[in-house]
């Protein structure tokens, strides 16, 4: 049984995404920003709802809760157990670590803080046919990452190598469709890294035609998303900084005023 994932643009540049099992009728929601876009398609589905995950407590992404929860009243809400307060809602209060069963897959929680302190990243891994996902809310972005509203760059660093280690093939489902925005400031702080050039250009395209570029890939993550080359002799020139965590911050600290 294959995991259909449905990409639903909503508000500004969100990205809501939906899991589907059609042959069992059941579907799962990432960070619903808003409701009826996802209520319209699983009807339209012939599906229920069975599982709402949260990856953080920001309103972009947890607005559309109550209300499929008016409409789905035995839904399961996952959520950080360190966000009880802010995401009151929840009804499974997850941990770094823990693993659970989504449509038949597995699922694994990665606690991954440094935008909010309790964000959350949801890794499907590899089975069968079906190659591995991850699902990070505003922690990863494809050519960036999210703000650092409540962690310290440490914390961001040591969220974006776990996530940076997960296979080459794992595709990046990111909350929001801010590539080329964040492509240009890569090519700003990188601009000798050809691969990085070759996909500003492939973004480009995409973008021209109207066409999303989520989900991404790590591993084409890990060649061009210059917060995820700390390490790299050309991107600690670029911010005069040896250590990978002050590279991090330095880079961070430009793309917010970019
Ligand atoms: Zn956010
Ligand atoms: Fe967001």
Redesign the pocket.
């Known amino acids: 049984m294959a995991l259909e994932i449905v990409r639903l643009p909503v508000l500004r540049d969100?990205y809501v995404f939906v899991l589907a099992d059609r042959d069992g009728g059941q579907a799962a929601v990432v960070d619903p920003a808003v409701a009826a876009p996802v209520i319209d398609w699983l009807e339209a589905a012939g599906c229920e709802l069975t599982v709402v995950l949260q990856t953080h407590h920001?309103s972009?992404?947890i607005g559309g809760t109550p209300e499929l929860l008016q409409r789905w009243p035995r839904a399961e809400v996952w959520a950080a157990a360190s966000d009880r307060e802010r995401i009151p809602f929840q009804t499974r209060s997850l941990a770094d670590g823990d693993r659970l069963e989504l449509l038949g897959r597995p699922v694994e929680v990665l606690l991954v803080p440094g935008h909010t302190r309790a964000h959350l990243a949801y890794v499907l891994p590899a089975s069968g046919d079906a190659g591995p996902e991850l699902f990070c809310?505003?922690t990863l972005f494809a050519g960036g990452c999210g703000r650092l509203f409540e962690g310290t760059p440490a914390q961001l660093f040591s969220s974006l190598e776990r996530l940076a280690a997960l296979p080459g093939d794992t595709r990046v489902w990111c909350?929001?469709e801010y590539t080329e925005a964040n492509l240009r400031f890569a090519a700003s702080v990188d601009p000798a890294n050809n691969d990085l050039q070759q996909r500003i250009t492939a973004v480009a395209a995409l973008r021209a035609a109207g066409t999303a570029t989520v989900p991404s890939r790590i591993d084409l993550e890990r060649a061009t998303n210059p917060f995820l080359r700390c390490r790299t002799p050309a991107l600690q020139r670029a911010m005069g900084q040896q250590d990978p965590v002050a590279v991090l911050a330095e880079l961070r600290r430009r793309k917010d005023g970019f």
């Open positions: 969100n920001h972009d992404h809310g505003d909350a929001h």
